[in-house]
């Protein structure tokens, strides 16, 4: 043990470092030192990302509706979109031969263009011939038999079956054909793409993430002709003790970033990263996006009848718009991106884009 009087002059010389003006002047040089660079460094890095982003926003404008390229622009990006654009021609008018031949129904010109500008710009063979175009808008176009009556003007009638063209709905089954007629794997991530250049066109802009202007984009998107079957056998997201990991309950709170009360439109589920979420009712995938604010990485699941959940701030997303999901299926990972101070799943109910409390439905 060290003696009083060696303990004495090690407390004194403490005081006196802490107190010293030059001491703590140096060890702040020193701390920004250390730190000026890495604050430059992730500078720069969201700077780089939000170049990228408005460059491919850019692109993607000027392939969908026109405008002049800019003459600054790098060489192979100009030759990306006169290509796409040329080949956005040759699907214009692939799109309009197969749509001659559907029985009824008509095909979403956005969505094709959409889903080919994710899936292959920049590619070595963006550019096909005519076959390759009328292939991949086939991709889009489903068969079905049909039964009708004929009257043959004599007082007699027969039943004559045929064989029709109509717009395929399902989008999984849409990218299905694609992956037989490209040869290649879609990820959740190629499809995720696609849907958010889907809206950007169909929307005229960049979709909102959070807020009211969210609620009234979501709240506009088609919903399921299904009826509501009703909330018996609801799951839990995380499984029965999702009591004991409530977070942030529904309604007004304090919001963390701002310190200022504001309505939260969900319940918060505090989990560690990567713990499996699981759909609450059967129901067909809504819609899924990738977002680095708001609800970051989210998806929302129709369940019938006006009746959505939603699933927000995910570190994986496991399923594709589009999918039908049971009850309990795991759709998706606890993360914490977007708007975020932690790992926990935001979880909401929304009927006919009214907002409920979670914990009315919940087991």
């Avoid at 408005?54 to 026109?66: E, V």
């Avoid at 009708?148 to 079956?161: A, F, I, K, L």
């Avoid at 993360?335 to 932690?342: A, C, H, I, M, N």
Wanted: aromatic content about 8%.
């Amino acid at each position: 043990m060290a003696a009083p009087a060696t303990v004495a002059l090690a407390v004194k010389a403490a005081i006196t470092a802490a107190t010293d003006k030059r001491t703590r002047n140096a060890v702040c040089i020193l701390v920004a030192a250390l730190v000026t660079p890495l604050i430059l460094i992730i500078v720069m890095i969201v700077s780089l990302l939000s170049a990228a982003a408005d460059h491919n926003n850019t692109a993607i404008d000027l392939c969908f509706n026109g405008g002049a390229i800019s003459s600054q622009a790098p060489a192979d990006y100009a030759a990306h979109i006169r290509d796409m654009r040329g080949s956005f021609s040759e699907l214009d008018a692939a799109i309009t031969d197969i749509s001659a031949e559907l029985e009824d129904g008509s095909l979403d010109s956005i969505r094709i263009k959409a889903i080919f500008y994710a899936l292959l710009f920049g590619a070595e063979n963006l550019r096909m011939d005519n076959s390759g175009y009328q292939a991949f808008v086939k991709c889009f176009v489903g068969y079905e038999t049909r039964t009708r009556t004929v009257d043959h003007g004599d007082g007699t009638t027969s039943e004559e079956t045929r064989t029709v063209a109509v717009p395929i709905k399902s989008l999984p089954e849409i990218y299905d054909n694609l992956e037989n007629t490209l040869g290649r794997t879609i990820t959740l991530e190629d499809q995720a793409n696609a849907a958010e250049i889907y809206y950007r066109i169909l929307y005229g802009g960049s979709v909102p993430t959070y807020g009211k202007a969210f609620d009234q984009w979501a709240n506009g998107l088609p919903l399921s002709d299904a009826p509501f079957v009703g909330a018996d056998g609801f799951c839990s997201p995380l499984g029965e003790n999702w009591r004991g990991v409530v977070t942030s309950e529904f309604g007004y709170r304090t919001d963390p970033f701002t310190g200022e009360s504001r309505g939260h439109t969900g319940l918060d589920l505090g989990a560690p990263s990567g713990t499996p979420i699981r759909a609450a009712l059967d129901g067909t995938v809504q819609f899924v996006r990738y977002t680095n604010t708001g609800y970051g990485y989210h998806l929302a699941i129709d369940h019938g009848g006006g009746f959505v959940t939603l699933y927000g701030h995910c570190s994986k997303i496991l399923i594709a718009e589009g999918q039908t999901v049971k009850a309990g299926d795991i759709i998706a990972q606890v993360g914490s991106t977007g708007r975020s101070t932690g790992p926990h799943l935001h979880f909401e109910v929304r009927i006919n884009g009214e907002m409920k409390n979670p914990r009315s439905y919940l087991p």
